[in-house]
């Protein structure tokens, strides 16, 4: 069974501008997590998606936002990118939204220059 | 502000020990406890997860949760180098949003 795919691998954003990262969960996974990893905050929760509804959210301003298609793959939006966003996007999947079991994707690397 | 606490390390042991890793949170409405293997450049992945007080034995892997003091730990027996990563602790309440610690580096050396 194929793990969660996240596109793009690396991005190179400028300040100001918009960035769409995607993320496949794992067939038949229907919610969809992520995160912002950064070498000064660690591992945080941005958002969750089930069944194409946002369940949780994290302390991140409006700027970040995300949805879930019907098929379960998911995207998030950063608007107004600032060069704190640089950071590793990561998407993980599990079967429920209160799940146990989370299989993170291999991440999207974001820069802002 | 819930917050998960582990010391950073470098956590540095010999091959074939025991290595503990230890993990303290401040919300008492904690409901489920996570560790997650982190290597270098990589994406976390699960190791295991606990919800109940005592011990959760998988492999060489041992997590062990205690509510009342409000720890939670991860032991890895016979440690191998191929286990030198960081360790991630989390944990989620009754809103299932999971607060991370900022992870513990482990070296197992040869």
């Known amino acids: 069974k194929a793990g969660v795919t996240q596109t793009p691998r690396y991005l190179i954003k400028t300040r100001g501008q918009q960035v769409t990262l995607s993320c496949s969960p794992i067939?038949?996974?229907?919610?969809v997590s992520w995160y912002q990893q950064t070498p000064g905050q660690g591992l945080q929760f941005l958002f969750e998606y089930f069944s194409e509804t946002q369940r949780n959210k994290g302390n991140f301003p409006g700027r970040f936002s995300g949805r879930q298609f019907s098929n379960s793959r998911s995207e998030m939006n950063v608007s107004t990118l600032e060069l704190g966003d640089s950071a590793l996007y990561l998407c993980?999947?599990?079967?429920?939204?209160?799940?146990?079991?989370?299989?993170f994707g291999p991440g999207t690397r974001l820069t802002v220059t | 502000q819930k917050e998960v606490e582990q010391n950073s390390g470098p956590l540095s042991v010999p091959e074939g020990a025991i290595a503990s890793l230890n993990c303290t949170y401040s919300?008492?409405?904690?409901?489920?406890f996570f560790w997650y293997r982190q290597y270098s450049g990589k994406s976390p992945e699960l190791i295991m997860f606990i919800y109940s007080n005592g011990d959760k034995e998988d492999g060489r892997f041992t997590a062990q949760l205690n509510k009342a003091s409000q720890y939670v730990s991860l032991l890895i027996r016979d440690s191998q180098p191929s286990d030198s990563a960081t360790y991630l602790c989390a944990v989620k309440g009754g809103s299932y949003i999971p607060t991370f610690g900022r992870g513990t580096s482990l070296i197992v050396h040869p």
């Open positions: 993980a999947s599990s079967l429920e939204w209160t799940g146990y079991e989370q299989y």
């Open positions: 919300d008492r409405g904690s409901q489920s």
């Open positions: 067939s038949g996974h229907r919610s």
